[in-house]
């Protein structure tokens, strides 16, 4: 008798922990239905979408063995799960990668350089002649970069304009910055997008208090008879200290030093959401003024299925959904499922293909796409 008791208790254990895990796999892959101003929180859960996909996966496999019929619980909630799951990844097999493009397509590229390791380039002038090498294999005609460090006045120390428009035979370009972030007083940190198309207009948007992360950029290019605007941006970023990471790689059991650790990473995820819910707010109001076609890239700091994410391009083609493969993660710590940088497309355009470079030459890896007005 007490054998049966424990037995069907441990079933209801397992039922509710599935459909615990369910639900809360369901919050994650909608997260941005909720404002992260009122429920922040659930931006946690976007986070660990995956990994309850995979507990669900378990759950399933279980079942299968066991009493077949309550797989439905994860087969349920991964069919209404079905398009935010599509985001995280793609139903798809890599394709390979073709560095000639059609004649008739814009290669686009963005890319988080870490200001081209500028801190360490007398050490190792290797990393910034790799990432320049990489550029110029792959040949975009418009490259968006986050985090660029160059000079564009007289001084010539760490690495000007004119040197990175003649290594990568770029005829012109666009730099936004805050000169209150300037290096050394003398070298820009900010974004930037170079150009083989010629620019017919070009715009800094900036809010207060008009630091990095409250500015984003776009030019129009000309293209044949195509008028297009290409926005680059960088939403808010985590900024975890070291010691921060350090407890994410290795937690502790020390009791106060694991509350001090979890309270400081709570908070920055929250400010984390929050601001990035206003940037994104600001980009999708530019965004609806476009009389042109719309290209945007940039280091979003934030996952698929965000409030970000979908507010900026939840009308947009995303390069990687279309054409991408696997997890296609951007950033290179932390976890596998970090796929923080993004090329968005018009409706407009077709992807052609997709690639991500995987060399651990900034902290982000870059990432193509080849786009084409659509001949309808």
Same mark, same amino acid.
């Given at each position: 008798?007490?054998?049966?008791?424990?037995? $069907?208790?441990?079933?209801?254990?397992?039922?509710?922990?599935?459909?615990?895990?369910?639900?809360?796999?369901?919050? %994650?892959?909608?997260?941005?239905?909720?404002?992260?101003?009122?429920?922040?929180?659930?931006?946690?859960?976007?986070?660990?979408?995956?990994?309850?996909?995979?507990?669900?996966?378990?759950?399933?496999?279980?079942?299968?063995?066991?009493?077949?019929?309550?797989?439905?619980?994860?087969?349920?909630?991964?069919?209404?799960?079905?398009?935010?799951?599509?985001? @995280?990844?793609?139903?798809?097999?890599?394709?390979?990668?073709?560095? #000639?493009?059609?004649?008739?397509? @814009?290669?686009?590229?963005?890319?988080?350089?870490?200001?081209?390791?500028?801190?360490?380039?007398?050490?190792? !002038?290797?990393?910034?002649?790799?990432?320049?090498?990489? /550029?110029?294999?792959?040949? !975009?005609?418009?490259?968006?970069?986050?985090?660029?460090?160059?000079? +564009?006045?007289?001084?010539?120390?760490?690495?000007?304009?004119?040197?990175?428009?003649?290594?990568?035979?770029?005829?012109?370009?666009?730099?936004?910055?805050?000169?209150? #972030?300037?290096?050394?007083?003398?070298?820009?940190?900010?974004?930037?997008?170079?150009?083989?198309?010629? @620019?017919?207009?070009?715009?800094?948007?900036?809010?207060?208090?008009?630091?990095?992360?409250?500015?984003?950029?776009?030019?129009?290019?000309?293209?044949?008879? *195509?008028?297009?605007?290409?926005?680059?941006?960088?939403?808010?970023?985590?900024?975890?200290?070291?010691?921060?990471?350090?407890?994410? *790689?290795?937690?502790?059991?020390?009791?106060? =030093?694991?509350?001090?650790?979890?309270?400081? /990473?709570?908070?920055?995820?929250?400010?984390?959401?929050?601001?990035?819910?206003?940037?994104?707010?600001?980009?999708?109001?530019?965004?609806?003024?476009?009389?042109?076609?719309? @290209?945007?890239?940039? *280091?979003?700091?934030?996952?698929?299925?965000?409030?970000?994410?979908?507010?900026?391009?939840?009308?947009?083609?995303?390069?990687?959904?279309?054409? %991408?493969?696997?997890?296609? $993660?951007?950033?290179?710590?932390?976890?596998?499922?970090?796929?923080? +940088?993004?090329?968005?497309?018009?409706?407009?355009?077709?992807?052609?293909?997709?690639?991500?470079?995987? =060399?651990?030459?900034? +902290?982000?890896?870059? /990432?193509?796409? *080849?786009?084409?007005?659509?001949?309808?």
């Amino acid at each position: 008798m007490a054998k049966g008791f424990f037995r $069907r208790q441990a079933k209801r254990i397992i039922i509710v922990a599935n459909i615990l895990a369910a639900a809360l796999f369901l919050l %994650g892959s909608y997260s941005y239905l909720f404002s992260p101003k009122h429920f922040w929180p659930i931006g946690l859960l976007n986070l660990t979408a995956f990994y309850f996909l995979l507990v669900l996966v378990g759950f399933l496999i279980f079942w299968l063995f066991v009493k077949p019929r309550r797989a439905f619980i994860s087969i349920a909630a991964m069919l209404l799960a079905y398009k935010p799951i599509s985001n @995280i990844l793609p139903f798809r097999f890599a394709h390979s990668f073709a560095k #000639d493009k059609q004649a008739d397509a @814009i290669r686009v590229m963005t890319w988080n350089v870490a200001q081209f390791n500028v801190l360490n380039d007398k050490k190792h !002038p290797e990393v910034k002649n790799n990432m320049l090498d990489i /550029i110029n294999e792959y040949q !975009p005609d418009i490259a968006c970069f986050q985090e660029m460090v160059a000079e +564009d006045s007289s001084i010539k120390k760490h690495g000007h304009m004119d040197e990175f428009l003649k290594t990568l035979n770029y005829p012109d370009y666009f730099y936004s910055y805050n000169s209150k #972030d300037d290096f050394w007083g003398y070298a820009h940190f900010g974004i930037i997008i170079f150009s083989r198309y010629p @620019i017919i207009n070009k715009k800094t948007v900036s809010f207060y208090p008009n630091d990095y992360n409250s500015i984003f950029q776009y030019i129009d290019i000309v293209k044949g008879e *195509d008028t297009i605007r290409v926005f680059n941006i960088h939403l808010q970023s985590l900024r975890f200290s070291r010691t921060n990471l350090k407890y994410i *790689d290795e937690p502790t059991i020390e009791e106060e =030093k694991t509350l001090k650790e979890s309270k400081s /990473i709570l908070s920055k995820f929250k400010r984390g959401f929050l601001k990035r819910e206003v940037q994104a707010d600001r980009i999708k109001a530019e965004l609806d003024k476009s009389p042109y076609p719309v @290209i945007l890239t940039g *280091d979003f700091n934030d996952l698929p299925n965000s409030y970000a994410y979908h507010t900026i391009g939840g009308d947009m083609k995303n390069a990687f959904v279309e054409k %991408g493969a696997g997890l296609g $993660r951007t950033f290179s710590g932390i976890s596998p499922v970090l796929r923080i +940088d993004n090329i968005f497309a018009d409706n407009r355009f077709e992807v052609n293909q997709y690639l991500r470079i995987n =060399k651990k030459l900034s +902290d982000h890896f870059p /990432i193509f796409a *080849d786009l084409q007005m659509s001949k309808k």
